[in-house]
DNA sequence: CGTTGACTTGACCGTCTTCAAGTTTAGTGG
DNA sequence: CCACTAAACTTGAAGACGGTCAAGTCAACG
């Protein structure tokens, strides 16, 4: 495994690692539209909240399980995963991690983190102070609501991948993994219109995310390919046939719904 | 599956599904030293927050996946379990309900249920309106980020069980849910010092929580009965050997940290 | 005393893991 | 640009683990 820190760089001077680059309310991410918009006084709190930028290289530890961090992140750009380990050194990949989502409001409601969290791609995080938060609860109770709501979602897509790790087989579960990151990826725009989600993975990763082991998951790989369903390229996936694959994975389309961005 | 709908009962009546026989500030539940001691404008606002409680028969479906519930409950009493089904009509497990835990959260701050949810035991359920949530967030910050806790929590053990489900043989994984679930129930007093859970299980409600078939969870009792680990007797499970238990699960307890209940 | 749901056990078979040995690809230094 | 290396990926073989099928037993209950 990755065991290299987390790296700190910056846009032009390199020196601060909370060079503030993009001001909330000129956002990139915040144009989308499937997040909700902010009011004034929302996006200036969160303004104010935001403590700076973090620039983290791909392959980095974020967060380290046990560790009580002082930060809370939202991601601005990149992919992430969170994991745990068994002591025997086998891993499982909870869940991964989409611009616009939080990273560390577990440390920052109870004391310590119980995963850890891994770069997939260099990232931009924006970074809050995690004791600052019981502010936000007093001031904003529409963005305490906002946090709530996105601890829910989180738990949600847990639910979806338990079931899915818990009940489906091999391929099945392939299938529906694929489907779950590629919708996720098309609504921040990281997959475009032409299957090819933008995602850097190792089968090891997706192995280690299904509970099946390295050669199991290459060989189930292979099957999707055989059936013109999938292509596997180093370091990704590409969707060939969506109908197909939703059909094998009895899948179900859910309407997206508005989501904070905090 | 059980069918059978949400029964209501009451205590002396038999007309009112919303006799509320425990002020909030006597509650039964709130004495335990586990739960953080909550102030008198915070016990006040609980109190006023609360319609109600809802007796439910044992074997029945307090909520449906899909289902918007105008209600969201917190567990006075009994035990229930969450869960999702596949179309083929396998079940997952996705987690155990203990007194003081919420059901209902999702279908309160997102629309709708995406898991259901069945009760072990009869039980007591709190009832709160799910409109007045909001203002739980205008007026109690303190409050909102309790709910935000629970949500994390519960985040944290579905993280475990994920772990556990994807990662772990048949035989450890037995061994982690029964640890787990045990933990649990004696931190509110369910399960005594004997190492019997007070917790009506059916086998085919372990396999479907741990994603096995039902005959292999039966033969992986028996190699722990056989190891001296635990017995298995009619819709329970007792603990014989916890020590052994723990070693063989590479359990690591986890101090106990005070929680909020609402 | 018959029925039903929970539990048990054996036999067989398929999925998935492990082991072992590759090949291919990307990155690095000469 | 090429040789070398490490990481990612691939494939085959053998066997373990867990699933399915089938046929029970047992206890509770009307």
Redesign the interface.
């Known amino acids: 495994m990755k065991t290299s820190g987390v790296q700190v760089k910056n846009g032009t001077n390199g020196k601060s690692r909370s060079a503030r680059q993009y001001p909330c309310e000129s956002c990139p991410l915040r144009d989308k539209d499937i997040f909700r918009k902010f009011s004034g006084s929302e996006l200036d709190f969160v303004q104010v909240f935001k403590t700076g930028e973090l620039l983290v290289e791909a392959q980095s530890t974020i967060l380290r399980e046990g560790a009580s961090s002082a930060h809370l992140y939202t991601v601005l750009s990149g992919l992430a995963f969170?994991y745990?380990t068994?002591?025997?050194g086998?891993?499982?990949i909870?869940n991964f991690v989409f611009p616009g989502e939080l990273i560390g409001?577990?440390a920052a409601?109870?004391?310590e983190m119980?995963?850890s969290v891994e770069s997939l791609t260099d990232m931009v995080l924006c970074v809050f102070q995690r004791e600052r938060l019981?502010e936000l609860?007093?001031k904003f109770?529409?963005l305490?609501?906002d946090?709530?709501?996105l601890?829910?979602?989180?738990?949600?897509l847990?639910?979806?991948?338990?079931?899915n790790?818990?009940?489906?087989p091999a391929v099945e579960r392939l299938a529906f993994l694929f489907l779950h990151i590629h919708r996720r990826a098309e609504a921040v725009g990281v997959a475009n219109g032409d299957g090819n989600l933008n995602m850097p993975l190792t089968q090891q990763q997706v192995a280690d995310a299904?509970?099946l082991s390295l050669v199991h998951t290459n060989k189930s790989l292979r099957k999707l390919y055989d059936r013109k369903l999938i292509a596997w390229q180093t370091r990704g996936v590409q969707i060939l046939d969506r109908k197909g694959l939703e059909e094998l994975a009895?899948w179900e389309e859910e309407e997206s719904?508005l989501r904070p961005l905090i």
Chains 1, 2 share one sequence.
């Open positions: 969170r745990k068994l002591t025997d086998s891993r499982q909870l409001l577990q409601v109870q004391s119980q995963h019981w609860y007093q109770p529409s305490a609501f946090i709530t709501w601890a829910s979602r989180e738990e949600r847990l639910d979806e991948h338990l079931l790790v818990g009940r489906r299904l509970g009895d719904r």
